[in-house]
Structures are given as C-alpha cells and as structure tokens.
C-alpha cells in the first residue's frame, strides 16, 4: 500500500482556525487561516473548516486519498477519545469533532486534542524541545495554559483536564477569585493581567517609589521593561511571578519529571529575566531532583498548534 503524503493541522481558537498543510517528514507546506464562526452553537465551524481544507488541497493538486489524516486543538477539555464535554468558546457541549469532521472529508482519520496540549506536543515535535519526550509547557498569555508530554504523548487525563496548570492552586490564602471561581490559581500571578495586578497592588500597599506609578494602562511589557531598567516595584512585582511559576513548576516535576519546561504566550517576550527567574526558584523548590529540568522559551509562536496537530496524526 502507498503511504499516505500529506497530513493537515488545525489549530481552533475564538477568533480565527490556522490551518497547516504538511508532508510526511513534518514540514510545512503551506498555511492559512480562516475566520471562526461561533453562530448557532458554532455548528459551521468545522464545515469551513473541510471547506478550507478541501480548497487548500486542490490549489497543491493534492488529492483527499494522499491525506493521512487531520489533527485538530480544541480550545477546551478534549477525553482521549475525542469527546469535548463543554467548551465554551466555541459553545460546544457533547461533540465528537473529530467524527464530525471526518465525516465532511470524506471518513479520513481526525483525531483531537486539547489546543495548549496540542502547543506543547509541536514545541517537542518541532519547536524549543524538539527531539524530547517528557516536555511541560506553560503558555503565558491573558491566561495560563499548559500542556504535558511524556513519552511523546499528550497527557489528557481521564476528564480531559489532564495540562490545565493554569489552575494548579499556588496561593489558597488569595482573596481575590480567578476567572474559574477557585482562589490562588497560578493563572492569578502568572499571566499578563497576573503580573499587571501585582504591580498595582504593589502600588497600593506600599509607598515604594516607581515609574510605574504614572502609566494609566499599565501592561505587562511595561512591567518587564521597568524590572529590567532597575525599577524596584517591577522587578518585585516580576518576582513574584517567577516564584510562583517556580513553586508550580517545581510540583509538576514531582509528578511527571520531565526533561525540558518550555514557556510560551506573549509574557515569554520578556526573555531571560523569566526563564532566569523562574529556574531559580524550581532549584529552591525541586531540591530532591538532583538533575534539573531546563527552561526554554518557545520557538513556535502562534504555530506551535498546526505543528502539534499535525503531530497527532504523524
């Protein structure tokens, strides 16, 4: 039997679908996106999506037979086999979109794949951790996500929870709820709108002087340049969040021991004085673990999903 040529990933998010066509070897071919229509329950989002596809693969004059299959991210809990109980942002509740899908194509293969798992598995397929097996990665946006690979395979727990870092519990005594209901989530440090909100309570329980005190929209950026321009408040405020990423780090290593920790998201912009920061508190906190896991930043950018889905199926 010849061997299938080509595979597509598909990376879903709440504004847009990047779709990846790639060969057998993993390369990319070509890429596109198109717009994520979330009307009626989001029941067009995966006929554009086959639409898309089908379009892409005749301009290459590929033929549907050539494709080995498709892997999809999903901005939600994905089970190990496909299900998506709930997800939110795309208002999907009991799907199956990986038979959906399949069905609009023609009955090839499609598995799915929670998306910051999905980001991880390409960022150990072909990104910062490529050629390693046991990988974390935390995705440090406007939120926290996060994605674990062990030997080279997702883990997407029983639930589909399996990766969501971003909840992991590092502080119960914070008064303040996260966006999931809970108190002290990782996810309320860590982020971009986690960082911002240290620095103005900062502001507000102490009399520390700060060039930070005369920025009305203060951002993360300004925060990170300020902590590397030497201004006390930012760099406590970025230390904070190291410490943080460090306990949480540190705790996943105790229970999955992965080889590299990639970071992420548009927080890892701000370069070596995070992965510095935060390696210095994992040693503090994984002191049993006498060979450390490294700390890298993310190579992939917004394709780390299309390289991971594409993985699921390669």
């Known amino acids: 039997m010849q061997k299938k040529k080509y595979v597509v990933g598909v990376d879903i998010g709440g504004t847009s679908v990047k779709n990846g066509l790639f060969d057998e070897n993993g390369t990319l071919i070509d890429k596109w996106e198109i717009p994520t229509r979330k009307e009626n329950g989001g029941d067009t989002i995966l006929k554009d999506v086959a639409e898309a596809i089908e379009a892409n693969l005749a301009a290459h004059d590929i033929k549907m037979s050539d494709v080995a299959g498709v892997g999809v991210g999903v901005p939600g809990p994905v089970q190990g086999d496909g299900f998506v109980p709930h997800c939110p942002n795309l208002g999907w509740r009991d799907y199956h979109p990986d038979r959906v899908l399949s069905a609009l194509l023609d009955g090839i293969e499609v598995k799915a794949g929670n998306d910051a798992n999905v980001a991880a598995l390409g960022e150990s397929f072909k990104g910062a951790a490529a050629g390693v097996d046991n990988v974390v990665m935390l995705t440090l946006g406007t939120g926290v996500g996060g994605g674990i690979i ?3 395979k997702i883990v997407d727990g029983v639930h589909g929870a399996g990766g969501e870092l971003g909840h992991i519990v590092v502080n119960p005594e914070e008064p303040l709820a996260c966006n999931c209901g809970n ?21 507000n329980s102490t009399d520390m002087g700060s060039s930070l005190r005369g920025i009305a929209d203060l951002t993360a950026k300004q925060v990170f340049d300020e902590a590397k321009a030497g201004d006390e408040l930012a760099a406590k405020a970025v230390d904070t969040l190291c410490m943080y990423l460090g306990l949480a780090s540190a705790n996943v290593a105790m229970t999955v021991d992965p080889d590299e920790f990639v970071i992420g998201g548009g927080v890892s912009r701000a370069g070596d004085i995070l992965t510095n920061g935060i390696s210095s508190y994992f040693e503090r906190f994984s002191h049993i673990i006498h060979k450390k896991a490294t700390f890298k930043l993310a190579t992939l950018g917004n394709d780390a999903g299309i390289y991971g889905a594409a993985k699921l199926i390669l």
Do not use: D, K, N, P
Request: with cysteine.
């Open 150 to 152: 062990i030997g080279g």
């Open 183 to 203: 108190h002290g989530c990782l996810e309320q440090y860590a982020s971009a709108t986690g960082v911002v909100r240290m620095a103005r309570r900062l502001m």
